[in-house]
């Protein structure tokens, strides 16, 4: 990326207001950062999925969550240089929200299903269909 663009049509944008980056989901297997303090773009993050279609920063487990077309879930740690865990689910990912309770997040996928995950567990505690499979 010498020319200072993403190289990808970018899907989603999420900010870590710890280290100013940016992480940019394209439709690629890279999530993207790009340091605002520094001006530059960081190597970027290798994805289990295909696609980034959204992210969610973690602040109480310092993590970031991409989910992407593909239906996997992918966990990475800020101190490592790719994703370090990931889960996979039945139909894509296309929405990422965090929870009240600092260790949940929801799940969101294109066939209408939200899941409740906890970070400690590999399983969704809660599954719920959309009723209108939104």
Known sequence: MAN?????????????????DLYIGCSSASLYRLNLEKGRFLRS?????????????DPYSN??????????????????????GSVGLSEGVTCLSPSPSPFEFYVGTE????????????????????????
């Open 4 to 20: 200072g663009r993403v190289p990808k049509m970018p899907r989603c944008i999420d900010y870590n207001p710890f280290d100013c």
């Open 63 to 84: 993590c970031l969550f991409a989910g992407g077309d593909s239906g996997v879930l992918d966990l990475i740690d800020f101190r490592e240089s790719n994703a370090q």
């Open 45 to 57: 993050y290798g994805l289990h999925s295909e696609s980034c279609n959204d992210t969610l920063v």
């Open 111 to 134: 066939g209408g299903k939200v899941f409740l995950f906890d970070i400690r567990h590999s399983k969704p505690l809660v599954t719920k269909t959309h009723p209108y499979e939104l």
